[in-house]
């Protein structure tokens, strides 16, 4: 009988399917970039019909971005509970490492491991989810280190908080254990 809280794959062939968005309408022949493309299209049309105007997406994780890509710590915030109302993602934001299959004409399994990790946060509060990023490429308006957490307190008093621009990854989990009080 298997551990009922250990991770389960996710096997859909793509999250947004669900919604009416196939990134490549079921052609395998798709390349990866034009489902990265797609993809990113896709992000920033429902970043617009969310009212994030400050939002624009050029790399859906965020990796070795360029001035392009931009957000607010508010949108930031809204962001993440639109996101947190979610079942699927809030099953995976939950969870320190989560196994992920990935379908197509190069099948694996990816194993996420969690980067919203910080002792003194965790000891504070329960961790629901969020998402960490840094932008250290000498670009004043969006370097620093970043982070949005959804958090609850001992009490069950739920908290939404980001945190942009902070010197060090270090800095980005203190200035949000600050902020919180």
């Not at 009988?1 to 793509?14: L, V």
């Not at 009212?51 to 915030?77: F, I, N």
């Not at 491991?113 to 840094?134: C, M, P, Q, V, W």
């Amino acid at each position: 009988m298997s551990d009922p809280s250990s991770p389960k794959p996710a096997r859909e062939k793509h999250p947004t399917a669900k919604h009416g968005h196939e990134l490549g309408d079921g052609d395998l022949s798709v390349t990866d970039e034009a489902a990265k493309a797609k993809f990113i299209s896709l992000m920033n049309s429902k970043a617009r019909s969310m009212g994030l105007t400050s939002t624009h997406y050029v790399e859906p994780a965020g990796y070795d971005t360029v001035k392009e890509q931009r957000t607010t710590a508010r949108e930031m915030l809204k962001l993440a509970v639109q996101a947190n109302g979610y079942h699927e993602i809030a099953q995976v934001w939950s969870k320190k490492v989560y196994p992920v299959v990935i379908e197509g004409p190069n099948p694996r399994t990816e194993i996420l491991i969690t980067t919203l990790s910080h002792r003194e946060l965790e000891d504070a509060y329960n961790l629901h989810g969020g998402k960490t990023g840094a932008h250290l490429k000498g670009v004043p308006e969006i370097d620093g280190t970043h982070l949005v957490v959804i958090a609850e307190t001992a009490d069950g008093v739920r908290l939404v908080g980001a945190v942009r621009g902070a010197r060090t990854l270090e800095g980005r989990f203190l200035e949000m254990k600050k902020g919180a009080g």
